[in-house]
């Protein structure tokens, strides 16, 4: 089975778990996709829910798609947030951001009673790291902002190099609040709870990857069969 069948595989069984009436944060990137292609038939065919998209990708698809939307000010609990993420551990510590969404991911998500993780077994990992750490960060202070960074990554027993994310053409990526990404590529990260309490602290830098306490459980699809990490509740 191909990865992306994988994937549509722990997204079916995500959108299994929706009830009636649930208000759910729909995430970003390409198994979150799946998640909301498979919500939206759940929706055609009489399921009564409202989403709030982590990005303008998402919005974009869940409106085509004819998913009903909301924003956290007119809703601002929910029940459920379905997502993807780039690297998951044991415990449930996850790094997301590849796709430049996490600052809208981590507020959907904290905004939600629970969070389940939906991935193929790719992204479980027995250390975090492997995947580069993205950053948001602004534009001003860029220079300040990041030997901030350094200096937090290597108190926290880390090392690796801070680039800014561009696309193939070139181009520098923006984030949809208008932000730039560093991606910090650290191969493993010791210990982190202790990395993102120093990040948090930095000023400069919008929010991190790094998603800790967030995740309830995890649907990781498996060339075996699915794989449940936590509690679906």
Do not use: W, Y
């Amino acid at each position: 089975m191909s990865l992306d069948a994988l994937k549509r595989e722990a997204a079916a069984r995500a959108v299994a778990i929706v009830q009636p009436g649930m208000r759910l944060g729909l995430g970003t990137g390409s198994t979150a996709k799946h998640f909301v292609d498979l919500l939206a038939e759940r929706v055609r065919g009489g399921l009564s829910i409202v989403g709030v998209p982590t990005s303008e990708a998402t919005r974009a698809q869940a409106q085509a798609l004819g998913v009903p939307l909301t924003t956290l000010d007119e809703t601002p609990q929910l029940d459920l947030t379905v997502d993807g993420a780039d690297e998951l551990d044991g415990r449930l510590r996850l790094i997301k951001g590849g796709g430049a969404a996490h600052l809208r991911e981590k507020i959907v998500a904290n905004a939600s009673r629970r969070m389940i993780v939906i991935a193929d077994e790719t992204k479980r990992v027995e250390t975090l790291g492997r995947f580069p750490l993205p950053l948001e960060v602004v534009t001003f202070g860029l220079g300040a902002t990041r030997i901030a960074i350094g200096k937090a990554l290597a108190a926290s027993g880390c090392a690796g190099e801070l680039t800014i994310r561009k696309r193939q053409d070139g181009s520098v990526v923006l984030t949809d609040s208008g932000n730039l990404v560093l991606d910090a590529a650290l191969g493993r990260i010791p210990d982190p709870d202790d990395l993102a309490a120093r990040l948090d602290a930095i000023p400069g830098l919008v929010e991190h990857g790094l998603f800790i306490g967030l995740a309830n459980a995890a649907i990781l699809a498996t060339a075996s069969g699915i794989e449940i990490i936590g509690d679906l509740g």
